[in-house]
């Protein structure tokens, strides 16, 4: 049973950082792209950051170029998302995922989980 358990949400002020974590168990974690989404009230998910499986190669939404570091440690099956100069536009309920293949910014990954919670402050 595939599980992703998303962890480092929560309430912050502008221009504050935090660092969302997703321990993932249940798959062969070195072979999955891994990927943040988030979705705001009202809006549809959305694609934040992606990382390969090799090499790593990244992929990231432009509003969060130079801001977000998506990083992976496939010794500890873990992924990170280090957000920095975080705005009020950045509140959402942010969504680790995986996905067997190559990068995507589209929701067509294979495993999701529950979401943490993520709330800028102007």
């Known amino acids: 049973q595939v599980q992703l358990v998303e962890s480092g949400g929560g309430s912050v002020q502008a221009g504050d950082s935090l660092r969302l974590s997703c321990a993932a168990s249940?798959?062969?974690?070195?072979?999955?792209?891994m990927g943040w989404f988030r979705q705001a009230p009202g809006k549809e998910r959305e694609f934040v950051a992606a990382i390969s499986w090799n090499r790593p190669i990244t992929d990231y939404l432009e509003s969060v170029q130079g801001r977000f570091v998506l990083t992976r440690d496939n010794a500890k099956n873990m992924v990170y998302l280090q957000m920095n100069s975080l705005k009020p536009e950045d509140t959402a309920v942010y969504y680790c995922?995986?996905?067997?293949?190559?990068?995507?910014?589209?929701?067509?990954?294979?495993?999701w989980g529950q979401g943490t919670q993520v709330t800028v402050s102007s």
């Open positions: 995922a995986a996905r067997s293949g190559v990068l995507s910014r589209s929701t067509d990954y294979n495993y």
């Open positions: 249940g798959l062969t974690f070195g072979l999955y792209v």
